[in-house]
């Protein structure tokens, strides 16, 4: 990627001119005899293969060259040497764990002087293909070529014969017969041009399209296979039975109304076949508050529901859901979203729940989101995630929320920005690619799910591409770019990329791919729409589709009006699964009877395996969960009742303090809503009042209900039911900014409220002044409380999970110190045992074996391990003879080479693997790289043990993937430190063995 600076012009002009150079890498060349071995003249056609292309095209500076005896092809007709070649190389591949494509093998067929048959075939798989950037000057007459190259065959062929005519000296091309070669040239490259040849179109993925020749008959070529037409979805299906305690409520799976083969609504009890998976299950029925719940779909599932009665008149939020009933084919306005101003570039994310935009508001120019319940309810008001002195455009999001990307159109930039999870704010802003030329406009950008893959479009003078590039970890930088084919130019792909939709305005086109690495291909026309408000903007990415293909967002003018509408494209999914059900009946109940026995005797149950407890949340933990989770709900009343429970619960008597903390906060709760229906009732009738977006003539509150009137329609309204942001206007009329207690009460609902958003936590945390800092410590205190159980029970990875929650939490409070105090008695926790001669330097959590062999010379561990995790950090002295290790699944005895199974450390950098390099399982398997730092510098080492698999990762780099395996030892051990031949430190030695399944 390139990078410079760029202007910040509020339109979109075209810019630069830069161009692809493709570089093809063969990985392995093959020299095959037809059933008689080649060695003597291997070299020679080897050499005349590789003269055969221009080095520009292929490169095979790093091949293996194989030679070998492939099947007698001899009497298999002209096309036998291919079939006989591919399959040796296939062979090949298989055997050295070599991925295989065979349409990127090159072969062509050689006769030598005495008659024998020799194939020759080159390999150069997708990884090897590079696509260099050439950031070219105005002036520059290359033209561009690249994976995807715009040019014609004909363009390609009449350019490249113009070079090399261009390259002949004049005083041969004076002459007749320099003359008369020149036109002979020019005349058999067109009549090889028009005798046949490719469309000069290459994969997206910048795969090389390879044409297969023959050195006996050069008259034509196989041109690449192009991508078949997909066979349509297949999902993986299962029946889900769904109960509630009472029968007779409607069923929604991911939001969409279980139908029967009617089309009729199916209620409760009811057998629903579904889309195998994590399915959100909700069950709705007028006087009922909805209850929804998570639930793991296999071939056979059942879940059982109880709802609450509602005892306040709020209703079924999915009853009263505004666009339960849209129409398909009919727009609505997003007015919640909408501003006087421009919003634009919508993406939404799978679940339809959250929509991003980039917009020029009033209150701002910036990257936008606004979320909602479900798929048929209003979008809470916008809220600003990022502002931007420069017109942003095109917001993507990573599948886990983590991750925003979108461009900068006018200064040909990516940004993006992160968080530490998908509750906190973005903080952590970065470019991520820019252009170094200031003509170019990079219009829409688009990252993958998984933020390993980026897609862009360029603008550049007058002309419109797709670029790509990928890399191998969120971690690293992105890759060189490369040209891709996108239908319809701008990226609106599903988090996986295997998706791709285009809409003309009229019609609205899926495509598809099997992988990232193919091309996309048509697969069918999923909606035809008439939208008279939309403006087809080939500048913008104006639309996204919802991942069950149910809705499409969208802006009707980005260039006019710039207003976002979102419209039904079917009644029912048309990707996934469309919920079936059918009646079933009630769960059979067991009644009591007596009964006679049988005269056989009753087979004993087996007994079950034990559990490990450490696999099993903390009391306290799971009573926290349950509470936060009621209390966020609004179900107040059920989480007292978990109080109640929690305070005669034995195993919980250690967290009495935290269990005052939530009686406190739900009493805070309770003193909200009181104070909010008590500061109603002191407005005057005909007030009027703002709630949410809207403004409404205040009537009264009456039995929890707000009741006003809008254009002389009364609007009856539970209090509970409004969400966080109408809420938050609506204690804005009641109450003062200066009122801590009131700020203070509304802080703590907003902070377990399941419809807050984070802007409406800090504003009221910010006006509740110090009890709010109390809150927060709190909060980290709860989680510093859980670490320190957990790590009392030896069960350090979650100890150290909920360390580094509380950390986060705990922020600059007075907490934070409590946090590092227990990060640095972590290394306390572990206790070792010297063996052996050696005196081992200690100093805190530092253990140091001098320069010395001394055998026998451990640190071992004070109990066994089997399953574990160990993290440890370690240098050398330089000294050759420096080197250590960890043993694991130590038997106790002297003879521990034979006795464990051990990752090897050394003084070592910059060698050469083996069995006996660091990394690597001692004496058996070496490790991928050598990633050791020099003598002198720190190292990270982390190995992973669980069954008979054991990973090691050093300085953050896997490098052993390998199988620990033994007929003696017991998979039960003890972990020790190597200090026999000495030269090595130790520190921050932390093992976490890993509960039992």
């Known amino acids: 990627m390139t990078s410079g600076s760029g202007q910040s012009d509020e339109r979109r002009s075209p810019s630069s001119v830069s161009s692809?150079?493709?570089?093809?890498?063969?990985?392995?060349?093959?020299?095959?005899?037809?059933?008689?071995?080649?060695?003597?003249?291997?070299?020679?056609?080897?050499?005349?293969?590789?003269?055969?292309r221009s080095p520009d095209e292929l490169d095979f500076s790093a091949a293996e060259q194989i030679v070998g005896i492939a099947a007698d092809w001899s009497n298999e007709g002209k096309s036998g040497y291919r079939t006989a070649a591919l399959e040796y190389v296939r062979q090949w591949c298989e055997?050295?764990?070599?991925?295989?494509?065979?349409?990127?093998?090159?072969?062509?067929?050689?006769?030598?002087?005495?008659?024998?048959?020799?194939?020759?075939?080159?390999?150069?798989?997708?990884?090897?293909?590079?696509?260099?950037?050439?950031?070219?000057s105005p002036q520059s007459e290359t033209p561009a070529e690249s994976v995807d190259n715009d040019e014609s065959p004909f363009a390609t062929t009449v350019r490249r014969l113009t070079e090399f005519v261009q390259r002949i000296p004049p005083t041969y091309l004076t002459t007749a017969a320099g003359s008369a070669a020149v036109i002979l040239i020019l005349y058999l490259a067109g009549s090889a041009l028009f005798s046949g040849g490719g469309n000069g179109d290459g994969p997206a993925d910048g795969r090389p399209s390879l044409?297969?020749?023959?050195?006996?008959?050069?008259?034509?070529?196989?041109?690449?296979?192009?991508?078949?037409r997909l066979a349509p979805p297949q999902f993986l299906t299962g029946v889900l039975r769904v109960y509630t305690a009472a029968p007779g409520f409607g069923v929604l799976i991911d939001g969409n109304v279980v139908l029967d083969s009617a089309g009729a609504p199916v209620v409760t009890p009811c057998a629903v076949t579904v889309e195998q998976g994590s399915r959100s299950v909700t069950v709705f029925r007028e006087g009922w508050h909805d209850l929804a719940q998570q639930v793991d779909v296999g071939e056979d599932s059942d879940v059982t529901l109880s709802p609450s009665e509602d005892s306040v008149g709020a209703g079924s939020d999915y009853l009263r859901a505004p666009h339960r009933a849209a129409k398909a084919g009919q727009p609505i306005a997003l007015e919640s979203l909408n501003s006087p101003r421009a919003e634009f570039d919508p993406f939404i994310t799978p679940d339809g729940l959250s929509i991003w935009f980039a917009g020029d508001r009033p209150d701002g120019r910036g990257i936008f989101v606004a979320t909602r319940p479900s798929p048929w309810h209003d979008f809470a008001p916008p809220e600003m995630v990022q502002t931007s002195a420069d017109l942003p455009a095109s917001p993507s999001v990573t599948s886990d929320g983590l991750s925003v990307v979108y461009a900068v159109p006018k200064k040909a930039r990516l940004l993006s920005?992160?968080?530490?999870?998908?509750?906190?704010?973005?903080?952590?802003?970065?470019?991520l690619a820019n252009h170094d030329s200031l003509m170019p406009n990079w219009l829409s950008a688009q990252i993958l799910g998984d933020g390993k893959r980026l897609y862009w479009v360029e603008e550049n003078r007058g002309e419109l591409k797709t670029y790509a590039a990928k890399r191998d970890s969120i971690y690293d930088d992105f890759g060189k770019r490369y040209v891709v084919a996108l239908p319809g130019i701008h990226p609106h792909m599903t988090q996986d990329g295997l998706r791709q939709y285009e809409f003309d305005g009229h019609k609205l086109t899926r495509y598809r791919r099997t992988s990232t690495a193919k091309r996309f291909v048509p697969d069918r026309v999923i909606a035809e729409l008439t939208l008279n408000a939309?403006?087809?903007?080939?500048?913008?990415?104006?639309f996204a589709v919802s991942g069950d293909e149910q809705w499409m967002f969208y802006c009707d003018d980005p260039d006019g009006a710039a207003n976002l509408y979102m419209v039904r494209l079917a009644e029912t999914p048309q990707w996934g699964v469309a919920p079936l059900g059918k009646q079933i009946a009630p769960k059979m109940e067991i009644a009591a009877a007596e009964m006679q026995e049988p005269e056989e005797v009753k087979p004993v149950k087996p007994e079950p395996e034990p559990v490990d407890p450490r696999s099993l949340p903390l009391a306290y933990e799971a009573h926290w969960t349950a509470f936060s989770k009621l209390v966020g709900q609004r179900q107040y009343d059920a989480a007292a009742g978990l109080l109640v429970n929690a305070k005669t619960n034995p195993a919980i008597e250690s967290f009495t303090e935290p269990l005052g903390w939530d009686v406190e906060d739900l009493r805070s709760i309770r003193e909200?809503?009181?104070?909010?229906?008590?500061?109603?009732?002191?407005?005057?009738?005909?007030?009027?009042?703002?709630?949410?977006?809207?403004?409404?003539?205040f009537v009264a509150v009456e039995a929890g209900e707000l009741v006003t009137k809008q254009r002389d329609q009364e609007i009856r309204k539970a209090l509970t039911s409004f969400d966080a942001s109408e809420l938050s206007t609506l204690f804005d009329e009641v109450f003062e900014k200066t009122d801590e207690d009131a700020q203070y009460n509304f802080a703590v609902l907003l902070a377990y409220d399941a419809s807050s958003l984070d802007r409406l936590r800090e504003r009221r945390a910010e006006q509740a002044g110090a009890r709010a800092i109390r809150f927060q410590e709190r909060l980290a205190q709860r989680q510093l409380r859980l670490a320190r159980a957990e790590l009392n029970r030896s069960n350090f990875a979650q100890g150290m999970r909920l360390l580094k929650?509380?950390?986060?939490?705990?922020?600059?409070?007075?907490?934070?110190?409590?946090?590092?105090?227990?990060?640095?008695?972590?290394?306390?926790?572990?206790?070792?045992?010297?063996?052996?001669?050696?005196?081992w330097q200690i100093n805190d959590n530092e253990f140091a074996a001098a320069a010395e062999r001394l055998p026998g010379s451990l640190l071992v561990s004070d109990q066994k391990y089997q399953n574990f995790q160990l993290s440890l950090e370690w240098k050398t002295q330089d000294l050759a003879t420096a080197q250590g290790g960890v043993y694991f699944r130590y038997d106790g005895g002297n003879d521990f080479n034979n006795g464990a199974f051990k990752i090897h450390l050394a003084n070592d950098a910059g060698g050469a693997v083996d069995q006996y390099s660091t990394g690597s399982l001692f004496t058996d398997t070496p490790p991928d790289a050598n990633a050791t730092k020099p003598a002198g510098e720190w190292n990270t080492l982390e190995i992973l043990v669980r069954g008979d698999v054991v990973e090691a990762t050093i300085n953050g780099r896997k490098v052993l993937t390998a199988t620990a395996q033994s007929d003696t030892l017991s998979q039960r051990g003890l972990i020790a430190l190597d200090g026999v031949n000495g030269g090595i430190t130790y520190r921050k030695v932390l093992i976490s063995e890993l509960p039992a399944k």
Request: proline share 6%.
């Open 95 to 136: 055997s050295n764990a070599v991925p295989l494509d065979d349409k990127l093998v090159l072969v062509r067929r050689f006769t030598t002087d005495d008659g024998r048959l020799l194939a020759v075939a080159g390999y150069f798989p997708d990884q090897q293909a590079q696509v260099e950037t050439v950031t070219e």
């Open 211 to 228: 044409a297969d020749t023959d050195e006996s008959d050069t008259s034509g070529s196989e041109s690449a296979d192009r991508e078949p």
């Open 417 to 431: 920005m992160t968080r530490d999870n998908p509750l906190s704010p973005f903080s952590n802003w970065q470019p």
């Open 672 to 697: 909200f809503w009181s104070s909010l229906e008590q500061g109603l009732k002191q407005i005057k009738p005909g007030t009027m009042l703002r709630v949410g977006t809207r403004r409404s003539e």
């Open 534 to 542: 939309f403006h087809s903007a080939p500048k913008f990415r104006q």
């Open 20 to 52: 692809q150079r493709r570089v093809r890498h063969c990985r392995a060349l093959f020299v095959l005899g037809s059933g008689a071995d080649p060695s003597d003249v291997a070299d020679a056609f080897a050499d005349r293969y590789r003269r055969s």
């Open 805 to 839: 929650e509380a950390k986060v939490l705990a922020g600059d409070t007075a907490v934070s110190a409590d946090a590092r105090q227990l990060e640095e008695q972590l290394y306390s926790y572990i206790k070792w045992q010297p063996r052996g001669p050696r005196k």
